[in-house]
């Protein structure tokens, strides 16, 4: 990128980050106690992910990055994303204050960054949480104002999530739709990286759910299903086939596949450098363990056999039915799930419906799933 047009950029970005919680502060009187206790949440979740980044760039220099097999692209995009989180955390301090009442102060963290690889795996699920959040929060907001701001964050952060993903050689945009989260369910995700919080900050009346975690590595390649390590991109001859063929108009089924083929390849060899790339995501039928913590629930289990583990991913809800058990739980993952997943143990079957409250027994963990390539286009192709 050219200088001139990055300066021109930090103009643009400046401006509209100015802009906005003047907006805001204008319309403060209309802010409901709900709307001002999402902007709370928000903030603090905000406060994590920009202490995150904080952290790590006071941890890792661009010579660390190179060093793990990213480039210096990806690194100028990491400054980016930090600075654009630094933005959320002034946008919504100016916004709370505007309305006469004093934002959450940022808490004391815990992350489990031990590497570079591991700041970008973390990274790529916090952010993918907080485009989650967001999206769950939607529904509740009264203000327009608020949403209209609250979902341009969302696209900021759903932005960051295809680029983390596709950094650890994970399909940038896994799912069509975007997964929703409530408000209960991203506050059990965050408090495991809460150590404390200023005794000031006001109480969010929001409750962890007892955990659950998912025995299992976090592993992102997503190609392994359709190429092995030992398989090459299609041939000359293939390639001029498939041009050939594509004269018509048309193109099958095959030479589809075998674009699928090629794409997945390149991909494994551009993230084959990298150390963030350790393994294959799991399929549709492979098997999950699962351990729930018992000693922060308040269910009386002796009377509780049959479980369900509840599958979130898009708009697609599965359930699969278990016993609880407090050596575990192994479950096979179903078919119509990849990407970022989060796993619940809920009490009844909501297959196809809503995860409620009072459904939920444990949870969430997140586990990322194989994501399934997607079918071969069957449209006409045009030639210029």
């Excluded at 630094?86 to 960054?113: D, K, N, R």
């Excluded at 699920?125 to 341009?152: H, N, R």
């Excluded at 095959?254 to 794409?263: C, G, I, L, P, V």
């Excluded at 098997?287 to 629930?297: H, M, R």
Aim: glycine letters at 6%.
């Amino acid at each position: 990128m050219k200088a001139s047009t990055l300066s021109a950029l930090c103009t643009l970005f400046t401006g509209l980050t100015l802009a906005h919680p003047v907006e805001l502060s204008a319309r403060s009187s209309s802010y409901s106690a709900v709307d001002i206790t999402i902007l709370q949440f928000a903030l603090t979740l905000e406060h994590l992910e920009n202490t995150f980044y904080q952290e790590a760039f006071n941890t890792f220099s661009l010579q660390h990055f190179l060093d793990a097999g990213f480039s210096e692209e990806f690194f100028l995009n990491l400054e980016f994303i930090a600075a654009d989180e630094a933005a959320h955390v002034t946008l919504l301090e100016t916004a709370i204050l505007s309305a006469g009442v004093v934002p959450v102060a940022p808490c004391q963290y815990s992350f489990p960054v031990t590497d570079v690889a591991s700041f970008v795996t973390l990274s790529a699920i916090l952010e993918s949480v907080g485009t989650s959040a967001y999206l769950g929060a939607a529904p509740f907001v009264g203000s327009k104002d608020i949403l209209a701001v609250a979902a341009s964050i969302m696209v900021t952060e759903a932005l960051h999530t295809s680029l983390q993903r596709s950094s650890i050689g994970a399909v940038g945009a896994a799912d069509p739709f975007g997964t929703s989260l409530d408000a209960n369910s991203v506050f059990t995700l965050a408090a495991q990286f809460i150590v404390s919080c200023p005794p000031s900050n006001p109480a969010l009346p929001f409750t962890a759910f007892p955990s659950l975690k998912a025995n299992a590595q976090s592993c992102f390649a997503e190609s392994s299903s359709v190429t092995s390590d030992n398989q090459t991109a299609p041939s000359a001859a293939n390639t001029t086939t498939t041009a050939s063929s594509n004269a018509t108009g048309y193109t099958s089924a095959a030479q589809a596949s075998a674009t699928q083929t090629a794409a997945a390849q390149r991909m494994r060899t551009r993230t084959a450098g990298s150390s963030a790339l350790s393994c294959a995501a799991p399929s549709a039928g492979a098997t999950v363990s699962l351990s729930p913590d018992f000693s922060t629930s308040k269910h009386d289990f002796s009377q509780i056999v049959d479980v369900f583990v509840t599958f979130i991913s898009g708009l697609s809800v599965i359930s699969v039915g278990v016993q609880i058990s407090k050596a575990g739980i192994d479950v096979a993952i179903p078919a119509g799930i990849g990407g970022q997943v989060y796993i619940f143990i809920t009490i009844i079957d909501i297959t196809g419906g809503k995860l409620s409250d009072s459904d939920v027994l444990f949870g969430p963990a997140i586990l990322e799933g194989e994501s399934k390539f997607p079918d071969p286009p069957n449209f006409k192709s045009f030639q210029l």
